[in-house]
């Protein structure tokens, strides 16, 4: 693997003021020669002349967060990573690489979870250029890498994960979204690390069940979510009925048998679980007797 090599050129400041006054001496010697020209004055000062002009091709700005990646002939020579004006082989290529931080959104894929449930699935992953050789010279266009192996990792990401938790304990995209941040994220990185990509944040952007089923989905989640309901309501009932029990019989306010004490804890349960507002019921009889 060919890994960056930072370098540091020759500032360009002192190379202009070099190449100006090369270009100044060299008028000056032709236009003493041309009073006796020879041939030999003229074809150096002219050689002097292109010799400069092709030096100035090697004058390069570096902006902040921006990279050159020179190349020779081929072989790989080094960055500039160093902002300011400087000057290098003219011969050289310069490759401009932004080293700024950028976020991609992927597009909304339909893939299956864990369970095989098609769902929509999108994701934001905020990345930067760390070794500027890598992402040149290992892929063929990096951001284009980036785009497609980050679509890679989220459905491979999503088939690992439930939609919701069925069972207690349960990663799920819906429910987990630090954990499956931090999943994606490792994904992210191990695939985008050849091309010299550092992965600074990835998390999921959109999610939802697939149009097909989000209808039925919807209705088992407002079913879980009654049964649960009612679930907390009966146990709550269930207690409230066991503390009026003992508080009676602590309190000596009345004796109940078995039977009676059915009756009391059916009628409290139905007062506590009912949706409906409760109706009183005038008892002229006893239980044994109407």
Known sequence: ?????????????????????????????????????????????????????????GFLVVQPNEAKVLTLFGKYSGTVKEAGFW???????????????????????KVNDAHGNPIEIGSIVVWRVVDTAE????????????????????????????????????????????EV??????????RLGKAGVQVLEARISHLAYAQEIAHAMLQRQQAGAIIAARYRIVEGAVGMVENALELLAQKNILHLDDERKAAMVSNLLVVLCGERGTQPVVNTGTLYTS
């Open 87 to 109: 000057w290098v082989n003219p011969f050289t290529r310069k490759t401009r690489l932004s080293l700024r931080t950028r976020n991609f959104e992927t597009a909304k894929l």
């Open 1 to 57: 693997m060919i890994r960056e090599k930072v370098i540091r050129p020759l500032p360009g400041l002192p190379m202009v003021l070099l190449a100006l006054g090369i270009l100044g001496i060299n008028t000056w010697l032709l236009v003493n020669a041309a009073q006796v020209p020879t041939p030999r004055s003229i074809v150096l000062g002219l050689a002097i002349y292109v010799l400069t002009a092709i030096a100035l091709g």
């Open 135 to 178: 992402a040149m010279f290992e892929v063929d266009d990096y951001e284009h890498y980036v785009k497609v192996q980050s679509e890679s990792a989220v459905r491979g990401l999503a088939s690992s994960y439930p939609y919701d938790a069925h069972n207690t304990g349960e990663a799920a995209l819906s429910s987990h979204a630090a």
């Open 181 to 190: 941040a931090a999943n994606l994220m490792a994904q992210v990185q191990e």
